[in-house]
């Protein structure tokens, strides 16, 4: 069995945030959690994930936070509404909330190569 990638989870929704988590530990992934957006960056630092996944709209998420995650180059899937303004950043999709919690796995395996 292929080494599975470490995932940042941040959503200051702790349902949805425990529900992804949970989610990803089924599927043998390393994964850490976060309801704050401020974390990100010393996590990161310390867990050294492959992948963030991120929720635009979690309460701590700042334009700084942005900066910084674009400066560390570690690929980010931004869980956003249609009308919610994200800013650009080259290894980053937006995606919408998926109903299926294993759409997750499927685009992890996807975006990082995972097979």
Avoid: C, W
């Avoid at 069995?1 to 989610?23: C, E, F, Q, W």
């Avoid at 303004?85 to 685009?107: A, C, G, L, N, R």
């Amino acid at each position: 069995m292929p080494k599975k990638a470490r995932i940042l989870v941040v959503d200051s929704n702790l349902h949805t945030l425990s529900k992804i988590y949970l989610g990803l530990i089924h599927k043998n992934y390393k994964v850490e959690a976060t309801d704050d957006a401020r974390e990100i960056n010393a996590r990161a630092e310390r867990f050294k994930p492959r992948l963030v996944i991120l929720n635009a709209a979690t309460d701590s998420l700042t334009p700084e936070v942005y900066r910084q995650l674009a400066e560390k180059r570690i690929y980010v899937l931004l869980i956003a509404g249609s009308n919610q303004q994200v800013p650009q950043m080259k290894k980053m999709e937006v995606i919408s909330m998926p109903s299926d919690i294993s759409f997750f796995d499927v685009k992890i395996r996807e975006v990082l190569n995972i097979f």
